[in-house]
C-alpha cells in the first residue's frame, strides 16, 4: 500500500518561500505507474490542485500560479517537493501530497502552512 | 472545465438515502471520480471513472452519469457517512456538498 507524508516548515513569512517535500513508501516515485500532485486547502474551503509530476521528471502547473509554483523529484530519497515563491497570507493552507495511475488514489494526512510575519 | 456541485448542503437522516450531484461544464466522457472528507482528514476516493468503487468502500456507494451529468448515491446513510463529498476531473474538483446529520 503506497503511503504519503508531507514534512516542512508550518510557518512561512510573507514574500519568503514556501518549501513542502512529500516521502513516499511502499511505491516508488520513478514508477511509470503513477503520477504525483500537489492540492491545497485553504481552511474552511475547497480543494485546488496545484501541479502534476510524472516520473519522467515532466510537470504541468496550474495556470494561476505557474510563475510561483515548481515540483521536483529526487529518486534518490523516493520523494516529491513543493516550492512556492513570493507567498502571501492567500497562501496559507493545508498542503497535500498526492498521487494515483489515473486518479488521487493516495493522499499524505495534509499538512498546515500559515503564512504571516 | 468547470464542475458544478449541488446542492451545497444536504440535510438528511441516517438511513435515508442520499443523492449527490456534479455537472460539468463540457464532456468529460466518464473520466470522472468522487472523493470522501472528513473533519481534519485528507479526501478519500471512493468512485473513479464515474462508477467504480475503489478498494474497501462499501457497496452503498454507488455513483452514475448521463452526458455531463454525474451522481453520487448513497442508498442508507450511516453515521461515518456524513462529510464533504467533491468531484475531479483531471485537474478540476467542484466544490464540494456538505452531508449534515437533519
Known amino acids: 500500500q503506497v503511503q504519503l507524508q508531507e514534512s516542512g516548515p508550518g510557518l512561512v513569512k510573507p514574500s519568503e518561500t514556501l518549501s513542502l517535500t512529500c516521502t513516499v513508501s511502499?511505491?516508488?516515485?520513478?514508477?511509470?505507474?503513477?503520477?504525483w500532485s500537489w492540492i491545497r486547502q485553504p481552511p474552511g474551503k475547497g480543494l485546488e490542485w496545484l501541479g502534476f509530476l510524472y516520473s519522467s521528471g515532466s510537470t504541468n502547473y496550474n495556470p494561476s500560479l505557474k510563475s510561483r509554483v515548481t515540483l521536483s523529484l529526487d529518486t534518490s530519497k523516493n520523494q516529491f517537493s513543493l516550492k512556492l515563491t513570493s507567498v502571501t497570507a492567500a497562501d496559507t493552507a493545508v498542503y497535500y501530497c498526492a498521487g494515483g495511475t489515473y486518479y488521487f488514489d493516495y493522499w499524505g494526512q495534509g499538512t498546515l502552512v500559515t503564512v504571516s510575519s | 472545465i468547470v464542475l458544478t456541485q449541488s446542492p451545497a448542503t444536504l440535510s438528511l437522516s441516517p438511513g435515508e438515502r442520499a443523492t449527490l450531484s456534479c455537472r460539468a461544464s463540457?464532456?468529460?466522457?466518464?473520466?470522472l471520480a468522487w472523493y470522501q472528507q472528513k473533519p481534519g482528514q485528507a479526501p478519500r476516493l471512493l468512485i473513479s471513472d464515474a462508477s467504480n468503487r475503489a478498494t474497501g468502500i462499501p457497496a452503498r456507494f454507488t455513483g452514475s452519469w448521463s452526458g455531463t451529468d454525474f451522481t453520487l448515491t448513497i442508498s442508507s446513510l450511516e453515521p461515518e457517512d456524513f462529510a464533504v463529498y467533491f468531484c475531479q476531473h483531471l485537474n478540476t474538483f467542484g466544490q464540494g456538498t456538505k452531508l449534515e446529520i437533519k
Open positions: 463540457q464532456s468529460v466522457s466518464n473520466y
Open positions: 511502499g511505491g516508488s516515485v520513478s514508477s511509470g505507474s503513477y503520477f
